[in-house]
Structures are given as C-alpha cells and as structure tokens.
C-alpha cells in the first residue's frame, strides 16, 4: 500500500467513525433511548453500507461504535462498549467479504450482517448482564430479535437505498481505496 492510499483509508476511517459517533450521540440527545435501547433504530447504522465499498470502514465503523458506546456508558456500564463494538467489527467484516455476492445487484446477505452480528452480541449482552434471574437461551433469543429487527429496518430501509445512491453516483470512486 502506497503513502497516499495509506493515507486515503485512515482519513476514510476517520470520518467513517466520527460520523457515526455524531449521529449516534445527536439522536440519543434529540431522542433519549433510540439509539442505545434494546429496540433501537439507530440511524448511524446507515454507515454500515459503507463496508460494502471501502475496507476502512471496518475499523472506522468499529472506532466510531466504541466512541458512541462510550456516551452512552451511564446508562449501559463497559457493557455496550464491548459488545455491541466487537458486533459492529465483525458485521463490517463480514459485509465486506460477502460485499460482492448479490440477489439482482442488492447485496442482500451481506446487509444482513448488522442485524444477525448485533442480535447474537447486544442479544446476549442484555440477556446475560441487565435481565435478572439468570441467562435463559429462550430469551436471549427474543432479546436478539428485538435488537435485529432494528438493525434489518435501518439497513433495509435506509441502508440498501443509500448504497444504491452510492453505485450510481461518483460517490463510489471517493470511497474506493
């Protein structure tokens, strides 16, 4: 890799990550709850797309999760910190492996990865650390839902149309490494 293109990922992953920390912590304040709740449309999760064309939105996502979780930490402990940041990890890994395979040019199976990655982590993390009476596999697997059915509708819903905006603008070469 090249001093400018070097360059060019960590200044993408840079704003990758403040973006996301921004709005995450701007909705938290116009909105207390929808970006930090069990069900939870957090619309920096929009960025999540990103994976699909640059490889430095994998630690630009991760960075930015961390900083957002680190807001939020009053109200969720460490907790959310590390889970729901190592959930954003591995879903943008994944997105960006699985970023070529396509259903009619939508990359279906890698914008399921947010909501699959965050149901299994903040699943477990609220089933294990903030619901008293011990770890239930049954409820671990509603929390889970819950916390992907907000996931799929950002990705789905606002995700898949910005990453279609992306294709067909100059805005994909910006964001190519």
């Given at each position: 890799?090249?001093?400018?293109?070097?360059?060019?990922?960590?200044?993408?992953?840079?704003?990758?990550?403040?973006?996301?920390?921004?709005?995450?912590?701007?909705?938290?304040?116009?909105?207390?709850?929808?970006?930090?709740?069990?069900?939870?449309?957090?619309?920096?999760?929009?960025?999540?797309?990103?994976?699909?064309?640059?490889?430095?939105?994998?630690?630009?996502?991760?960075?930015?999760?961390?900083?957002?979780?680190?807001?939020?930490?009053?109200?969720?402990?460490?907790?959310?910190?590390?889970?729901?940041?190592?959930?954003?990890?591995?879903a943008a890994l994944l997105m960006y492996a699985l970023r070529n395979l396509r259903i009619k040019e939508i990359?279906?199976?890698?914008?399921?990865?947010?909501?699959?990655?965050?149901?299994?982590?903040?699943?477990?993390?609220?089933?294990?650390?903030?619901?008293?009476?011990?770890f239930h596999f049954g409820d671990f697997l509603f929390q889970g839902a819950l916390v992907a059915l907000g996931?799929?509708?950002?990705?789905?819903?606002?995700?898949?149309?910005?990453?279609?905006?992306?294709?067909?603008?100059?805005?994909?070469?910006?964001?190519?490494?």
């Open positions: 890799m090249t001093k400018k293109h070097t360059t060019i990922y960590l200044v993408q992953g840079a704003v990758i990550a403040a973006l996301y920390a921004v709005l995450t912590i701007l909705q938290n304040v116009l909105i207390p709850g929808s970006a930090s709740m069990a069900v939870q449309f957090r619309v920096s999760e929009v960025l999540t797309v990103l994976a699909l064309f640059t490889p430095a939105a994998v630690p630009g996502l991760f960075v930015g999760c961390i900083i957002a979780n680190i807001s939020s930490i009053a109200a969720l402990g460490p907790y959310d910190m590390i889970f729901g940041s190592l959930a954003s990890l591995f990359p279906f199976l890698a914008a399921l990865m947010p909501a699959l990655m965050n149901g299994i982590f903040v699943g477990f993390e609220i089933e294990f650390f903030f619901v008293e009476g011990g996931e799929l509708a950002v990705v789905f819903v606002l995700g898949i149309p910005f990453a279609k905006i992306i294709e067909k603008t100059n805005l994909k070469t910006l964001l190519q490494p």
